[in-house]
């Protein structure tokens, strides 16, 4: 099993629609997780981190299931702005950083 | 936006010939990292710094070396290019290594090409 696994995609989601993703890892030990968003032809930058017990910001939510060794994004209301490649971040108790090779997603208007 | 900048921009270069890369940063922030990307592979971690003269290895660390001399800059050196080293790198940049919300920055990328 791969250390960090997500679905390549593309997800072609029309414009106001809800589009979800999952990322999972398979060291039980991972400590951190995080969702970076990169355009094309950019750099990442850190769309948001995710905690224990679930965070929103905005129209984004992140979830941890510890238990089942995934992380989801949930992403309401798309935007065309939206369109994205969104890559998964897990670090390790060894200080292992781990990037996922993303999930690229395309807004439909 | 941090304060990260990354020179050249896109580079073409022999097989054989040395290339280096320069990763600066105004932050002050003591951690950077080279990573390199292509298709089909998530970023992967090259060589990372801790501080000043201390860097260590990462995954993908054969023929790329790393000097850190000054706080600001971290360079990676390709000592003799080849082809498989065609990729876009980026340079990253954090205040500690290890944070459960620890957050890194990222450079622009630069287009390395190896002919």
């Known amino acids: 099993r791969k250390e960090v696994e997500q679905d390549p995609g593309p997800f072609n989601v029309p414009e106001g629609a809800t589009v979800a993703f999952n990322c999972t890892y398979s060291?039980?030990?991972?400590?951190?997780f995080f969702w970076y968003r990169q355009d094309c032809r950019k750099e990442p930058k850190l769309l948001m981190s995710?905690?224990?017990s679930g965070n929103e910001d905005g129209r984004f939510t992140a979830q941890l299931n510890r238990a089942s060794q995934y992380i989801s994004l949930l992403i309401r209301d798309s935007k065309l702005s939206d369109s994205a490649t969104y890559l998964c971040?897990?670090?390790?108790?060894?200080?292992?950083?781990?990037f996922g090779k993303g999930t690229r997603l395309h807004i439909l208007p | 936006d941090a304060g990260i900048t990354q020179s050249p921009r896109h580079k073409v270069t022999e097989t054989g010939t040395p290339v280096t890369l320069r990763c600066h940063q105004t932050e002050n922030h003591r951690y950077m990292y080279w990573y390199r990307q292509d298709p089909g592979h998530g970023l992967r971690l090259i060589h990372y710094?801790?501080?000043?003269?201390?860097?260590d290895k990462g995954e993908v660390s054969d023929g790329y070396s790393v000097s850190r001399s000054k706080t600001e800059d971290f360079l990676l050196t390709l000592e003799s290019a080849t082809s498989s080293q065609t990729s876009v790198y980026f340079c990253?940049?954090?205040?500690?290594?290890?944070?459960?919300?620890?957050?890194?920055?990222f450079g622009p990328g630069t287009r390395l090409t190896v002919l």
């Open positions: 995710v905690y224990s």
């Open positions: 060291n039980s030990a991972s400590q951190s």
């Open positions: 710094s801790y501080g000043v003269k201390d860097t």
């Open positions: 990253a940049i954090s205040p500690l290594r290890q944070n459960p919300y620890n957050e890194q920055f």
């Open positions: 971040v897990v670090t390790t108790r060894d200080d292992k950083i781990i």
